[in-house]
């Protein structure tokens, strides 16, 4: 059973660009959760979806920042026209089952650069 | 808003020994769980403890957790050189209405053959 998917595992973009990352969950997973992670830092959650729904996305900036995980396919997130700021790793995550059993499997991470 | 926080921040032994670290946090949870990352690579799940459990060993890992404290323990017994990584607690809050972990900015741990 192969793990949680993420590609690209390094994306450079320069300011102004858009950034698509892409996760695919376990087989049989149908919760799909994306962290961003800046250097010496935690996790910092930023949106939770299944499948065509976004459940959570409380953790979102407000602007320029989308996330989907359609029916076929895997889960994007999209960042527009991006800065600086937006340089970090990005962890997609998949669990079987929601909260109470919330074990999350982890995907490799994207680590995002944006010059 | 960050819930669990490691302590320390970074530890440093030698192979053999053991090594303990704790995590605090502020709201009820349904869980605790631990992970470890790698430098530069994701995370890896280690081990998850219920509100309603105490202490949970896998391995040379044993984790405690005490609900009126709000703290967990991970201990990793007998070290190796492999276990060098970083550890992060992540609670599942019980007011989460959106099923999301919470990371502390975990405890960075060197063990030296």
């Known amino acids: 059973n192969a793990g949680v998917m993420q590609n690209p595992r390094h994306l450079v973009r320069r300011r102004g660009q858009e950034a698509r990352l892409r996760c695919s969950p376990m087989?049989?997973?149908?919760?799909v959760y994306w962290y961003r992670q800046l250097p010496e830092e935690g996790l910092k959650f930023m949106v939770y979806?299944?499948?065509?729904?976004?459940?959570?996305e409380s953790g979102m900036p407000k602007e320029r920042f989308s996330a989907e995980f359609p029916k076929e396919g895997p889960s994007i997130l999209r960042i527009q026209q991006v800065v600086r700021g937006d340089s970090a790793a990005y962890f997609c995550?998949?669990?079987?089952?929601?909260?109470?059993?919330?074990?999350?499997?982890f995907g490799p991470g994207t680590r995002l650069t944006v010059l | 808003s960050q819930q669990g926080e490691e302590d320390p921040q970074a530890l440093s032994i030698q192979e053999g020994e053991n090594a303990t670290m704790n995590c605090s946090y502020k709201?009820?949870?349904?869980?605790l769980q631990w992970y470890r990352q790698n430098s530069g690579r994701g995370l890896v799940h280690l081990i998850l403890?219920?509100?309603?459990?105490r202490e949970k060993h896998s391995g040379r890992l044993r984790v405690t957790l005490d609900t009126s404290k709000k703290s967990s323990s991970l201990l990793i017994t007998a070290s190796r050189a492999a276990d060098t990584a970083s550890y992060f607690c992540?609670?599942?809050?019980?007011?989460?209405?959106?099923?999301?972990?919470?990371f502390g900015k975990g405890t960075s741990l060197l063990v030296t053959p």
């Open positions: 992540a609670t599942d809050e019980v007011s989460n209405s959106g099923y999301a972990l919470n």
């Open positions: 087989k049989g997973h149908s919760h």
């Open positions: 709201t009820s949870i349904n869980n």
């Open positions: 979806l299944q499948k065509e729904n976004i459940i959570d």
């Open positions: 403890i219920r509100s309603n459990e």
């Open positions: 995550a998949s669990s079987p089952r929601g909260r109470g059993l919330n074990e999350q499997f």
